[in-house]
């Protein structure tokens, strides 16, 4: 069979062994050289260019459907973590008199997530989990959607190592929202980076108001790819007398701001892209937020 690996960045350092062991089992293998943006971004390009039988897709839960002629198999990347380092957290949440949280992890971890919440409940937390509207498993939080932590309860906890799966809870109105590091055990309070977050979103928004010509972004990666919508925003925005262009592309950078006429972008893409505005010229909105701004002019009419 011919196979092509998939591996993101932080696990490319594994790709030999894995080659090796399938080769030695008969296959042809053969590994895909590009950056990995999420179980989003599976490699159908590649996989096709190469005649490729099987994708296998390294670091991530299936998140979209086979695509149809090619075999793909996604190999979570699981991470074993003491749990006991997180002790001091649940102390602390204690002391402060919370008496319930909602707590979600990423796909490393998820394997442990029982034994995180049997964790809390030894020290008087009740943690309550939920599945997300895009994750594959309950209390699976992504880059893109931390809704697994919207549950009854005012303290939301995210354990993961760094800010970026984290800040995916920017929407989400609670009283405290804590990062809460697997491998050393140490904790971030984020409501004011959150804040600032959603400053910036609000501010994209303004700045886009003014408009007159608006690019919307189309990312053909399998998991992103959403013409249909785009269409419709296309639409909607000609109807307010804006003009309005899809730009289709698999990877979307700053080469767009080469398109001089274009005011702003109203991206369909990964939900993220929107983090990154300081890369590009123009003003950035998600699609989510196109609804928002289409009130804001109708209310003006």
């Known amino acids: 069979m011919r196979i092509l690996l998939q591996f993101p960045e932080g696990l490319k350092r594994h790709a030999s062994e894995y080659a090796e062991r399938l080769e030695k089992q008969g296959n042809e293998v053969f590994l895909v050289a590009r950056s990995t943006y999420g179980a989003c971004d599976l490699a159908l390009e590649e996989a096709k260019a190469i005649g490729a039988e099987k994708i296998v897709h390294f670091g991530h839960n299936r998140y979209i459907k086979t695509s149809p002629g ?80 919207d549950v009854d309860a005012e303290t939301l906890v995210i354990v993961a190592d760094g800010n970026f799966h984290a800040l995916s809870a920017f929407d989400i109105d609670k009283k405290d929202i804590y990062s809460l590091n697997p491998y050393n055990g140490k904790w971030k309070l984020l409501n004011e980076e959150l804040m600032r977050f959603r400053k910036q979103r609000k501010g994209a928004l303004i700045a886009a108001y003014g408009a007159k010509s608006f690019g919307i972004l189309v990312s053909t990666k399998p998991g992103q790819f959403r013409m249909k919508i785009a269409e419709n925003a296309k639409k909607e925005l000609e109807k307010r007398g804006k003009r309005a262009y899809v730009l289709v592309s698999n990877i979307i950078d700053s080469s767009i701001d080469n398109f001089m006429f274009i005011d702003a972008y109203v991206n369909t893409a990964c939900p993220r892209m929107v983090d990154d505005k300081d890369s590009y010229a123009k003003p950035m909105i998600d699609i989510s937020e196109l609804k928002n701004l289409l009130k804001m002019w109708d209310r003006k009419d």
């Open 70 to 149: 090619i075999e793909v198999e996604y190999v979570p990347w699981k991470i074993e973590v003491d749990i006991s380092l997180l002790k001091g957290f649940a102390k602390m949440l204690k002391e402060k008199g919370v008496r319930k949280i909602g707590i979600a992890t990423t796909v490393q971890h998820i394997h442990q997530l029982n034994d995180m919440k049997r964790l809390f409940d030894k020290n008087g937390i009740k943690a309550l989990t939920k599945k997300g509207k895009m994750a594959l498993e309950e209390g699976q939080v992504l880059g893109c959607d931390a809704s697994a932590l």
